[in-house]
């Protein structure tokens, strides 16, 4: 696996890892958060996906559509098997639909597919589009329903203009996105989700349509921002699943037992 793609970033490059784990940021996100997963995960090499529009990218005009997204990717990035996806709501659908042209293009597909805070796929969209109001306008939600960023960030109004144009196009990207059926990928699916997010284990189950190889269901301590606070759950479902070769249809507790 080459670290020189700007797709791709890596603390810890591990070219005899027993797999390899490539992360797909959020809308807004980087990868940075992903790759201290590494120190938890001795027997994996950790991969931070880099869309343009953040980190070493962030002069690059981010992408608006996911089959243009998606469309990139799969064309400039080797995914070097055995390898792992896992991805955090924009980052869940961005991997499951990677996963799905890779497949489309006869190429190797993931191990296993970790989702994390997101809707089965197939299921409408119940939240009213912001991508494109006003910038005020879009500023001001955009500080209402997300994290608060650093307060020196939102002082530097040139950096925070375009975080806040990589989250317009992220968000695009969710909103605009829309669900085409397909034969179900041959790789299991593991869901995670916060226990207090948007859906109940009950609402989740229906990603075990999207594979031939079994589906399990996590929730997790907290909301649908828990990931930073959470990685180590997380962390450790990844590491069991990966580490049992075995999946088992179902809905099992947030540490993975």
Do not use: N
């Not at 805070?117 to 969209?125: K, M, S, V």
């Not at 828990?226 to 540490?255: C, E, F, N, W």
């Amino acid at each position: 696996m080459s670290d020189r793609s700007p797709w791709l970033v890596s603390r810890a490059p591990r070219p005899q890892a027993a797999y390899r784990l490539f992360c797909f940021p959020y809308a807004g996100g980087t990868s940075g958060e992903f790759l201290r997963w590494g120190e938890e995960l001795p027997e994996a090499e950790v991969w931070g996906v880099v869309p343009p529009g953040r980190g070493e990218r962030l002069g690059e005009p981010p992408f608006e559509r996911m089959t243009d997204l998606v469309g990139a990717l799969v064309s400039e990035v080797r995914f070097e098997p055995p390898f792992a996806f896992f991805g955090h709501s924009l980052g869940a659908g961005t991997a499951f639909e990677t996963a799905r042209a890779l497949r489309a293009a006869g190429l190797p597909g993931p191990e296993v597919l970790f989702v994390s805070g997101h809707r089965p796929p197939h299921l409408p969209r119940v939240d009213e589009p912001i991508h494109r109001l006003a910038p005020d306008r879009f500023r001001a939600l955009v500080q209402e329903r997300y994290p608060s960023p650093p307060p020196e960030l939102v002082e530097d109004e040139e950096l925070y203009g375009e975080i806040l144009e990589t989250m317009r196009c992220d968000l695009a990207v969710f909103e605009t996105y829309e669900f085409l059926d397909g034969p179900p990928l041959d790789s299991p699916i593991v869901v995670a989700a916060g226990r207090d997010d948007f859906w109940s284990a009950a609402d989740l189950e229906p990603w075990g349509v999207h594979t031939r190889a079994g589906c399990e269901v996590h929730p997790v301590d907290g909301d649908h921002f828990y990931l930073p606070k959470q990685s180590a759950q997380v962390i450790r479902i990844i590491a069991d699943t990966m580490r049992s070769g075995t999946m088992r249809t179902g809905v099992r507790d947030g540490l993975g037992r």
